[in-house]
């Protein structure tokens, strides 16, 4: 048989926002998570711990529409397995980066992520790259700077961890987008968690520490959220173009400075609350303009 053909295009940039921003607050969490674990266990065990969820999770959601095999033929398979060992190594070099920086010294750095996306969109994909997005990207970075005004004195090694890692998440939104051209979101789902499993299964278990419950309770709550955050980005970029939900990344920032604080206590001051705010203003500038944008071509093409 050959493969299930993906669902026909959607384009609900409104949707896709809403995707986008609960994928980042997903995130946000997950690496709150692994910044405290990070300290006791090996990278290996906890990405090959994460991915044995998230095939689990994965398992679960394919089986009411159709099942594993049905969701595993893809149209793409090499640019599917290359999509998932990008991820894998894009999120051991951020866990990598938290062991060495601040929750939101790393975020901040990755930030620049969105606006790798727009290059990598308009070269590679074709997305139409207008003025107002490029704006309110803009906007979001200016606002991510004058959260980390004072952060970088030194160029000291381990900055180069999240700006690598920032590299690779660009890269790996783009073949996202790329991969639902041909595939459903389930079948890159699908992909994401199988791959990534069996490329750590070659590392996870050689440095294992045997949690305690505790542990467990903490790695297991990591992979669901890392799970759930992937799907809500691959449903996103269903939903939307990769340039058109790239503002809302940076709410990953908000959420960063509030588990910082929590978590960890670290307090955001008045530059990081000014930062936030023009991010989140650059998001709901980008939404409008989205908004207008569809309804004006809606009513041209009725």
């Not at 060992?85 to 601040?102: G, M, T």
């Not at 903490?218 to 669901?224: E, H, I, K, M, P």
């Given at each position: 048989m050959s493969p299930p053909a993906p669902a026909p295009r959607r384009n609900n940039t409104s949707l896709g926002a809403l995707y986008t921003v609960f994928a980042m607050m997903a995130f946000a969490s997950m690496d709150a998570i692994s910044k405290w674990l990070v300290a006791d266990y090996a990278i290996g065990q906890m990405m090959w711990i994460r991915y044995a969820v998230f095939c689990l999770f994965a398992w679960l959601v394919v089986q009411r529409r159709g099942g594993l095999r049905v969701a595993a033929r893809s149209r793409r398979p090499w640019?599917?397995?290359?999509?998932?060992?990008?991820?894998?190594?894009?999120?051991?070099?951020?866990?990598?980066?938290?062991?060495?920086?601040?929750?939101a010294?790393?975020?901040?750095?990755?930030?620049?992520?969105?606006?790798?996306?727009i290059a990598l969109g308009a070269a590679f994909l074709g997305e139409r790259v207008g003025p107002a997005r490029w704006l309110a990207v803009l906007a979001g970075f200016a606002g991510m700077l004058l959260i980390v005004r004072p952060g970088f004195r030194a160029l000291d090694w381990p900055l180069l961890i999240p700006v690598a890692g920032a590299v690779l998440w660009g890269g790996y939104q783009i073949l996202v987008r790329l991969c639902a051209r041909d595939d459903s979101p389930d079948t890159t789902l699908v992909w994401s968690a199988f791959v990534a499993f069996a490329a750590t299964t070659f590392f996870g278990p050689w440095h294992w520490l045997w949690p305690d419950a505790?542990?467990?309770?903490?790695?297991?709550?990591?992979?669901?959220?890392?799970?759930?955050a992937h799907y809500a980005l691959i449903r996103a970029l269903d939903y939307a173009e990769a340039g058109a939900v790239q503002p809302y990344s940076y709410t990953l920032l908000v959420w960063a400075a509030v588990l910082g604080a929590l978590v960890f206590g670290d307090i955001p001051d008045g530059w990081t609350v000014m930062g936030a705010a023009v991010i989140v203003a650059?998001?709901?500038?980008?939404?409008?303009?989205?908004?207008?944008e569809t309804r004006r071509a809606a009513s041209l093409a009725g």
């Open positions: 640019l599917q397995t290359t999509r998932a060992l990008i991820a894998v190594v894009e999120s051991a070099v951020f866990v990598l980066a938290f062991r060495y920086l601040p929750l010294d790393t975020h901040a750095i990755a930030a620049a992520s969105p606006l790798i996306v505790a542990g467990w309770a903490l790695l297991v709550a990591v992979a669901l959220l890392g799970a759930v650059s998001g709901l500038y980008a939404w409008q303009y989205d908004r207008r």
